[in-house]
C-alpha cells in the first residue's frame, strides 16, 4: 500500500482542530462518562466491561491487519514503534476491559469511540507502516530513547492508577472513596496523567505529526475529565487533601 500523504495530513489537522474543539466544550458541558452517567435516562446502554472491550478493540485491530497487510516492514525503529502502539491498545482492550468495575456507557459513547479509535488506529498505523523512514542511527537518538522511556513510565503510571481505582471499594460497596497512593497523592487525575505522559512520549519517539496530533488530542480530551473527577472530589470529600492538583503534578 502507497503512503496516502493526503490523508495522514489531513486526518492529522483534524485531530488537532477537533481536540482543540471538544476542549473548549468540555469547558462549558460535562461529557457523560462515567460517574457523570445517569443510568435511568433513556438510551440503550453498553455494560462497562463490553463497552470499553467494543471501543478500545479497533485501536489494536486495525494497525494489526494493516501490518499483516504489509509485505515488508524495514527497520527496527519501526518495528519498535508500531507495536509500542499496539502494546497500550492490547492492555486497554484484553486486560483493562476485563478487569474495569465501572458503570454502563451510553450507546452513542461507544460508537463515538469506535469511529475515533478505527480513524486514529488506521492513522498511526498507516503512517508508520507505509510513511515514514527511521534510519538505524534513530535508534540512539536522544528523542527515540528519552520518548520510549517516557511512555512506558507513563504507562505504568496509567496501570498502577487503574489498578488503586478497582480496588477502592470492597465488594458489595457502591460509594465513591478517595483515591490514595501512587500518582494519586499528587493528582486527582492520575490515570489520566499517565496516559498523556504515554502519548506524549510516543510523539517524541516517533517525532512524527500524527502522533503529535493525537497527543494532543489525548490532553483536551481527558485532561477536562480529570478537572471534573478534582472537582466531584473537592465537593464531596471535606476532608480531600487540598495540595493535590487536577491532573499535572504541582501545577494544574
Not at 34 to 60: C, H, N
Not at 211 to 236: D, N
Amino acid at each position: 500500500m502507497l503512503c496516502q500523504e493526503n490523508t495522514v495530513h489531513f486526518g492529522s489537522w483534524a485531530f488537532v482542530v477537533g481536540g482543540l474543539l471538544y476542549l473548549l466544550k468540555q469547558l462549558t458541558t460535562q461529557t457523560a462518562y462515567g460517574r457523570y452517567v445517569d443510568t435511568k435516562s433513556p438510551g440503550l446502554m453498553v455494560p462497562a466491561r463490553a463497552g470499553w472491550f467494543i471501543q478500545e478493540l479497533p485501536s489494536f485491530l486495525v494497525p494489526v491487519l494493516l501490518f499483516f497487510a504489509t509485505e515488508s516492514l524495514p527497520g527496527v525503529g519501526k518495528h519498535i514503534l508500531f507495536w509500542t502502539f499496539c502494546l497500550h491498545y492490547f492492555q486497554r482492550t484484553f486486560v483493562y476491559s476485563l478487569l474495569t468495575k465501572g458503570r454502563p456507557s451510553p450507546l452513542h459513547i461507544v460508537v463515538s469511540a469506535v469511529v475515533f479509535c478505527s480513524i486514529n488506529g488506521f492513522l498511526q498505523g498507516h503512517y508508520m507502516l507505509h510513511c515514514t523512514q527511521y534510519s538505524s542511527d534513530w535508534l540512539t537518538d536522544t528523542r527515540f530513547i528519552t520518548g520510549l522511556l517516557v511512555f512506558l513510565c507513563g504507562m505504568a503510571i496509567n496501570i498502577h492508577s487503574d489498578y488503586i481505582l478497582r480496588n477502592l471499594r470492597k465488594p458489595g460497596e457502591v460509594s465513591y472513596k478517595i483515591p490514595r497512593g501512587g500518582l494519586f497523592e499528587l493528582v486527582s487525575g492520575a490515570n489520566f496523567f499517565g496516559e498523556i505522559v504515554e502519548w506524549c512520549g510516543y510523539a517524541v519517539a516517533s517525532w512524527s505529526f500524527p502522533a503529535f496530533s493525537f497527543a494532543l488530542f489525548t490532553i483536551c480530551s481527558i485532561g477536562p475529565r480529570a478537572y471534573h473527577h478534582h472537582r466531584y472530589y473537592l465537593e464531596k470529600f471535606k476532608d480531600y487533601p487540598k495540595s493535590r492538583k487536577a491532573v499535572i503534578p504541582f501545577l494544574l
